[in-house]
């Protein structure tokens, strides 16, 4: 019977052979922020916890002693106290890259863990110490997780993970931003703007940008993680078009044909009577050097911004119309 679709993979391990990695060092957001939650790992002095919704979070604790995955706990004033134990621990996670043999995935806390690897403990030989292959090449960096871990009584692991929608918040850590796109010449990154006037830049080593159709001057929504002083994309969402600054329509641009009336003599404004027979009007000018080399009298085609500057001013060829001084 297959599998179904969304369904990854299920390993069925002997005791040790699918472990995580040890806490990092202490994150600066915890997921469970009541100090409550079930143990998923520790180490030293931290015990890595994981809420009702899933997400997971580092606490400092003055002793990991005793603390083994599945233990629920609550934490006060630095100390863990055990009120239960359950056999199955499931979290949200995104995955930073995997091999056949296994996957690094970041928590929302912003830490990582190591999920898979390793070889079987050497105990007594039995059927439980059978070898086991692991494969999770199936796995795409940026593919959110959930991965429940389950131990049965004779300490054998169960791992399923089952993939989820790429949008899907992992947690608090998880960072998110709106903005417009600025630079869209691709090869794994693209810049954005944001609406309070900063750019970020990301590497976007799963080229979400090209995949997403992206181009200059669409909205979107990029989730991403800090890596040192580098910023990855790990979703991207196009949400519309701007239409403002440089990307505003210029098919919603205006022009004006014309003979020049008048200049302002700091070249801020030109008056021009149109062609049409309406009336004179005075244009404001966005850039003085626009009106190099036009002088009164001269037909000119004048482009309006929508607010009605003029972002661009044209003489017009009237070779044609010069003298009837043919050959006779």
Do not use: W
Not at 48 to 63: A, I, K, Q
């Amino acid at each position: 019977m297959s599998r179904p679709r969304r369904l990854l993979t299920v390993l069925a391990c002997a005791a040790g052979a699918c472990a995580l990695s040890a806490p990092a060092a202490l994150a600066s957001q915890s997921a469970p922020s009541s100090g409550q939650g079930t143990v998923l790992s520790s180490s030293g002095h931290t015990v890595r916890l994981v809420d009702h919704s899933h997400r997971v979070g580092d606490m400092h604790v003055t002793s990991t002693r005793g603390l083994r995955r599945g233990d629920v706990v609550t934490v006060r004033r630095g100390r863990a106290h055990i009120s239960g134990h359950v056999g199955k621990v499931a979290f949200l996670g995104r995955v930073v890259r995997s091999s056949g043999r296994g996957a690094v995935v970041r928590l929302g806390d912003g830490s990582t863990v190591s999920v898979g690897g390793g070889k079987p403990r050497a105990h007594h030989a039995s059927a439980s110490a059978a070898s086991v292959t692991i494969d999770f090449q199936g796995l795409a960096p940026g593919q959110a997780l959930l991965v429940t871990i389950a131990t049965d009584q004779q300490g054998n692991v169960a791992i399923t993970i089952k993939l989820l929608p790429g949008g899907t918040n992992i947690g608090d850590g998880e960072l998110d931003v709106t903005g417009v796109v600025t630079d869209d010449t691709g090869g794994g990154s693209f810049g954005i703007g944001t609406a309070d006037g900063s750019g970020l830049h990301f590497g976007d080593p799963q080229h979400l940008f090209e995949a997403a159709n992206a181009s200059l001057c669409d909205e979107v929504d990029v989730g991403y993680h800090r890596a040192g002083n580098r910023l990855v994309a790990d979703t991207l969402r196009v949400t519309g078009q701007s239409s403002q600054g440089d990307c505003a329509d210029s098919s919603d641009a205006t022009e004006v044909d014309g003979v020049v009336t008048a200049l302002a003599g700091d070249g801020s404004s030109l008056t021009v009577q149109p062609d049409d027979g309406s009336a004179v009007t005075t244009i404001p000018v966005d850039d003085p050097t626009l009106l190099d080399g036009i002088s009164l009298g001269d037909d000119v085609a004048v482009t309006l911004d929508p607010d009605g500057t003029a972002n661009d001013v044209e003489l017009l060829d009237t070779s044609g119309d010069q003298g009837d001084g043919g050959d006779q």
